[in-house]
């Protein structure tokens, strides 16, 4: 099995796991070993509790040797100046990080095969041909988040599609935008732990946590942070509002890919409920206490380049699914009720889903069991040995 190096933009212990954790898990698994690289910092830290907090909490993790954290999977976090990617900066930053990589690569015995990177400025930091296979796994439109650099990042991008030897993306809006620039590039939608999630029906089906227990049904459920570039606000707040019978409920953090999030529009309606984040480990758990789960977003240049984490998920745990009707999404009327970003057409289709007028459970969990991490990385990994 190939050694790989996974640069990632999340770190490997951040609340809410991504495509990145997920992956690098079920690459270990199937014998690779990995050197899994937190975030490097793509935009400049502010002066915010939080991201002071996130400085801190790097420095203190960068003192340490590579850690590992799981069969196969070394952690590393290296030091580099966050957001300083250009002129001398840039250069301090190019050798601080390969020297640091160089260090972490004979302390773990992980050899330089494949590189496997998240990160759009990887061809600005790191040297390429260094490696026997480079992939760049595309699965946000970054440059599009708040406060990003965001020419540089659609710039760099462009340079490191043209120089890796796949490009894997997941959603059909980003292959769109990226076609031209790589020589391969196949598309993987975003996909589900489909055995976590399923035991909201079948270890969990009769449970409810007690913080959902005093909430009246029925409860429409959303998983995921609470960020206000991504969700409609307004569009929540008139619902609930104008439906008192409906509880909303909300799991996860806030301000997730902006320095802050405000909140105002739905902290005073007495049938939102903001719970806050509740650890993966548990999540199967208020999915079985949700009666519809729902991605009420924005229509916009992020939203419509994504594709939601939680749809699978949904799906994988058996709920009727209520969605915005972005780019990704729109091959999979069958099994959700996507909407236009309207109030009228949200109500309607909550309406329906309640009154079970859609797709049949078979239809969602047999779809969700198709959708895994695993069966997505066998195939990736078998396209790469082909090249």
């Known amino acids: 099995m190939e050694d790989i190096i996974v640069v990632s933009t999340a770190d490997w212990d951040h609340p809410l796991w991504t495509n990145k954790q997920h992956v690098t898990s079920v690459l270990a698994?199937?014998?690779?070993?990995i050197l899994y690289i937190e975030s490097l910092g793509l935009r400049s830290a502010f002066a915010t509790s939080k991201d002071?907090?996130?400085?801190?909490?790097?420095l203190l993790k960068g003192i340490r040797l590579p850690r590992k954290?799981?069969?196969?999977?070394?952690?590393?976090?290296?030091?580099?100046?966050?957001g300083r990617n250009q002129g001398i900066w840039l250069f301090i930053n190019?050798?601080?990080?390969?020297?640091?990589i160089l260090i972490a690569l004979l302390l773990t015995g992980i050899k330089k095969e494949w590189l496997w990177t998240y990160n759009p400025l990887t061809a600005r930091l790191v040297n390429l041909?260094?490696?026997?296979?480079?992939?760049?796994?595309a699965v946000d439109a970054i440059h599009e988040q708040p406060y990003m650099p965001k020419k540089?990042?659609?710039?760099?991008?462009?340079?490191?599609?043209?120089?890796?030897?796949?490009?894997?993306?997941?959603?059909?809006?980003?292959?769109?935008?990226?076609?031209?620039?790589?020589?391969?590039?196949?598309?993987?939608?975003?996909?589900?732990?489909?055995?976590?999630?399923?035991?909201?029906l079948t270890k969990y089906k009769d449970f409810t946590p007690g913080d959902l227990i005093d909430i009246p049904r029925p409860r429409i459920g959303f998983i995921g942070?609470?960020?206000?570039?991504?969700?409609?606000?307004?569009?929540?707040?008139?619902?609930?509002?104008?439906?008192?019978?409906?509880?909303f409920v909300f799991i996860g953090p806030k301000s997730e890919g902006e320095p802050n999030t405000k909140t105002d529009l739905l902290d005073h309606i007495s049938n939102i409920y903001l719970l806050g984040y509740r650890p993966y480990q548990v999540l199967p758990k208020y999915c079985a206490g949700f009666d519809l789960a729902w991605l009420p977003l924005k229509i916009n240049n992020y939203t419509q380049s994504m594709f939601p984490m939680k749809f699978f998920e949904y799906l994988a745990a058996g709920l009727p699914v209520v969605a915005s009707e972005i780019n990704?999404?729109?091959?999979?009327?069958?099994?959700?009720?996507?909407?236009?970003?309207s109030f009228s057409s949200f109500e309607k289709a909550i309406i329906d889903a309640l009154g079970c007028n859609g797709p049949s459970l078979d239809v969602r969990i047999q779809l969700a069991r198709k959708n895994t991490y695993l069966t997505r990385s066998i195939e990736m990994v078998k396209e790469l040995r082909r090249i």
């Open 129 to 137: 041909k260094l490696y026997k296979k480079t992939i760049y796994h």
């Open 94 to 100: 190019r050798i601080l990080l390969n020297v640091q």
């Open 152 to 200: 540089l990042i659609e710039n760099e991008e462009k340079v490191l599609c043209t120089s890796v030897d796949q490009v894997f993306v997941t959603s059909p809006k980003i292959e769109e935008s990226l076609r031209n620039y790589s020589k391969r590039i196949t598309y993987h939608s975003n996909v589900c732990d489909f055995d976590h999630f399923h035991k909201a």
């Open 328 to 341: 990704s999404l729109t091959n999979f009327k069958k099994v959700a009720y996507l909407c236009a970003p």
């Open 52 to 58: 002071l907090f996130r400085l801190l909490k790097r």
């Open 69 to 82: 954290v799981a069969p196969n999977i070394w952690v590393f976090s290296p030091l580099v100046i966050p």
């Open 225 to 247: 942070a609470l960020s206000s570039y991504k969700i409609d606000f307004e569009l929540i707040a008139d619902l609930a509002k104008r439906n008192p019978q409906w509880s």
């Open 29 to 33: 698994s199937q014998g690779h070993k």
